[in-house]
Structures are given as C-alpha cells and as structure tokens.
C-alpha cells in the first residue's frame, strides 16, 4: 500500500525533498543484522509506499508539489534530479508567479478555491498510479501563508473526497522568537481547521529541532537545510518498514496502520496503550536506532502560548483588515480561538 505525499509551499517542498532522500538513502544503506532476503523485502516495501518505477529504473516519488511561487519548486525538482537516484514526476508540481504574502487568508480564501481543481487533479492522478493508496502526508508549515492556508483547504478537500484514507498533516511550529509578525493569526487558523479535517498532525518544533542541531549535533552555524536534514530522519524513522504483527518475516503493507490503533488515544489508556514496532534492518547510517510517536501534554504550553498571543493581537484589532479583505471575519478567528481552547482544556484535564 503506497502513500502519496503533498508538499506546501516552501517549507512544505523543502523537507519533502530531504523526507525522500532520507528514505531512498536507507533502502540503500547497509543491511545491518537482516540476512539478504529480508534485506530485499525491506528495499520493496519501501520503494511501493513512497516510489514508482519509471521505465529506466529511476524511482520516481509519489508526491505532489504545491507553491505559489516558482523558485522553490525549481530548485527542488532539480536537486531530485541531479541526484541521480529518484526523481519527482515531470507533470507532478503546480505553481504561479504570485506569493501568498504570508497571509493565511489569502491562502485559504484566494489560491485555494481559484486552483483547486488544477491542485486536486494533480493528486487524484498521483492516487490513480497507486494499486492501493492507504492515506496522504501532507508536509507544511504554519506560519506563512501558502503551507498554511492552501494546506489547510488541501487537506479539508482531501477529507471531502477521500475520506476513508488516512489524512496525516506533518506541521512545522514556528520559532517563539518569531518569523512573521502574523505568524500567530496563521497558525491558529491552520491549527483550528486541521482539527476538523485531518486524522493526525504530527508536530516538530523550529526550537526543539534548532536546538538538537546546536547541543547534539555541535553545528555552528544551523542553517535551514540542518533543520530540514533532522526533521527527514525523523520522518524517515517513523515510516520506516517494520514487521507485522502476525509475522517476524513480513513488513507492514499499510504504514499508516499504527496510527489508527485506538490504542493511541485516550478513552481511558487501556492496558496495551504502547505499542512496539521493531525491526532488525537498521535505520540508514544508524547502527541502532528508535523513534516515540506520541499523543501527550507535551504540547499544550506551546499550543497555549500561540492562541495567547494571537488572543492579544486579536484583541488589539492588529493586522485584522488584512484578513477582513480576503474573507475571513471576526467570527471565524473566535471560533478558531474556542475550538483551540477546547483542546487546551481537554489535554489539559487528560
């Protein structure tokens, strides 16, 4: 079963590119402990998830790119390119000449209803190459405003069409010292709107990753691609192969199973709450490695931190107009604001 990946907007397109080549640079990584047939049953499972076949043997990934401005998409393309080893598809990629100027209204209200059809063509011809698609990884960020707003109207068209496929949103949280003065107003828009549409967000932190690359990493000066480098390895990880539960000698066919395990969620933590995925094949470079995905308190301080500040700026009318104009009233910042303070409230009393 494959997964069809949709990349947004900068941030969105630049850690797919690094997503994809992590995963391509494992299945061809070292063996480690497996013997050569489990070897080869590593390398195809992952390759059906996240790649096809082009006739000439280059993997191709099964993603779709989205942003409103070229140069980012350019630039990914031929980075994939000029690999050697995978590649993007040639018609997989929409873009235009003009920005969403980090406004997360113009995004959702403008871009995304005038190229929706061009958008989900490109992904409904991406799903028709699948045998078996088993969900979508949407990859954006929530501070500008194309990752954000068309990422959010994306993934609501995607519930909409496809809601019997597992739609995962992997969101980028912005630095706490600050990208874009309105990087709150966005963030709580895309956050409140994920909860309705998306069946999981899987959350990184701008800080927490930063300071992995400073404190463990000991690099100097982090630059984006640092950043970007961590984050795909801890992706990678997460949807690395790993047995089933029925066989030690069989991979997972859908690796996006776990995450429907109601297991995962509290309604009270029954007793096998935790589950273990493992496998013997070492994850690319690693000669030992693990990954936690969990649903946790842990974010409610930042969580609380964004919907306070946006609150503030909110209350002071900052920046309103510039929202007003493209559609998005007053009435849908405070239902952003409940629906996110629900969600405090409930992690809170967890």
């Not at 497996?34 to 195809?44: F, H």
């Not at 969900?135 to 994306?154: E, H, K, N, R």
């Not at 069946?199 to 984006?224: P, T």
Request: neutral net charge; proline residues 3%.
């Amino acid at each position: 079963m494959s997964i069809v990946t949709v990349q947004l907007g900068q941030c969105g397109n630049q850690i797919g590119f690094e997503v994809f080549d992590a995963l391509l640079s494992d299945s061809h990584s070292s063996q480690g402990l497996c013997c050569k047939r489990e070897n080869e049953a590593y390398q195809a499972s992952c390759k059906e998830r996240f790649f096809s076949e082009e006739e000439n043997g280059v993997p191709i990934a099964r993603a779709v790119l989205v942003d409103m401005e070229p140069k980012v998409i350019n630039q990914t393309l031929s980075k994939a390119a000029q690999s050697g080893r995978w590649k993007y598809g040639q018609h997989a990629c929409f873009c235009q000449k003009q920005g969403s100027g980090n406004n997360w209204a113009y995004g959702y209200s403008v871009h995304g209803p005038r190229h929706e059809e061009s958008i989900m063509n490109l992904i409904r011809k991406e799903v028709e190459k699948c045998d078996s698609v088993s969900g979508f990884f949407i990859i954006m960020s929530m501070a500008g405003g194309t990752g954000s707003g068309i990422g959010a109207f994306v993934t609501q068209n995607l519930q909409d069409q496809y809601s019997n496929s597992l739609k995962m949103n992997q969101i980028i949280w912005p630095y706490g010292t600050g990208e874009v003065i309105v990087q709150n107003y966005n963030s709580i828009l895309t956050l409140s709107h994920l909860y309705r549409s998306s069946d999981a967000l899987l959350v990184h932190e701008n800080d927490a990753v930063h300071k992995i690359c400073a404190k463990l990493m000991n690099i100097k000066q982090i630059s984006f691609s640092d950043i970007n480098q961590v984050l795909a390895h801890q992706l990678g990880s997460v949807f690395q192969p790993t047995y089933s539960a029925e066989s030690s000698f069989h991979y997972r066919r859908n690796p996006l199973e776990g995450f429907k395990d109601p297991a995962l969620y509290t309604s009270w933590l029954p007793v096998n709450a935790f589950n273990v995925w493992k496998t013997q094949r070492a994850f690319s470079k690693y000669e030992k490695s693990a990954v936690l995905v969990s649903n946790s308190q842990f974010l409610v301080k930042p969580l609380d931190m964004i919907v306070g500040k946006a609150w503030n700026m909110f209350a002071s009318k900052a920046y309103i107009h510039q929202y007003t104009k493209f559609g998005i009233e007053e009435e849908d910042f405070l239902d952003s604001f409940t629906s996110l303070e629900q969600v405090v409230a409930s992690y809170c009393n967890l």
